[in-house]
């Protein structure tokens, strides 16, 4: 009976010691693992970074906005302007006459073929009265112009250079504008700015 109990005994005791040897095993053997798993993410996230390196931007050149107009009154006594410039092809334009005396104006949307552009006729049905006028090509923000135009002159217009650039009223970046004087009728008036002188033809 004692060699029983004593058996009975150390069979209790082993158990007890293999269940506190197994519970105390337990988290020592997962920790590392769990350490382990959540290492690897890390680690190939750094790879990733690493083997992806930046994309930089191709630099695009400057452009040098030049812009030349000439104008020409029909025998209706209204107007037609065009002219040439070196914008890229496709780049929204938008054309505005203007009487000094008055202020009234007329526009006109148009775009660049071939590196020249046209619009018109300006000015009222019944022609345009004897006086000065403005004549101003304006290139708008790049937020309104066609795709390959903003790659080209940049989403701001960023890329734009040259005397007739400058920033945009409304703050959407830089625009280009061009401008030129001309005087209609047989008899002007004297005037010492550059201005050039219209007639019917």
Request: hydrophobic content about 30%; charged content about 30%.
């Amino acid at each position: 009976m004692k060699v029983r109990r004593r058996l009975s005994c150390v069979g209790l005791v082993t158990l007890l010691a293999l269940s506190g040897c197994g519970n105390d095993t337990g988290p020592e053997e997962t920790g590392p693992e769990e350490e382990v798993a959540n290492e690897q993410p890390e680690d190939v996230a750094t790879n990733e970074v690493d083997m992806e390196p930046a994309e930089e931007e191709p630099e695009v050149e400057p452009l040098e906005v030049a812009i030349d107009i000439a104008a020409a009154l029909r025998s209706d006594r209204r107007l037609m302007v065009e002219g040439e410039t070196n914008l890229p092809e496709g780049a929204r334009l938008v054309i505005v006459v203007e009487r000094e005396l008055s202020g009234v104006r007329w526009q006109s949307r148009t775009e660049v073929q071939g590196s020249r552009f046209e619009a018109g006729p300006f000015g009222p049905g019944s022609g345009l009265p004897d006086g000065g006028y403005s004549i101003t090509v304006n290139l708008p923000e790049a937020s309104v112009q066609p795709p390959a135009i903003r790659e080209r002159i940049g989403g701001q217009g960023e890329h734009l250079t040259g005397p007739l650039v400058r920033t945009s009223r409304h703050g959407l970046g830089q625009v280009a504008s061009y401008s030129r004087r001309y005087l209609i009728g047989t008899e002007p008036r004297r005037t010492t700015d550059e201005v050039e002188v219209l007639g019917v033809e």
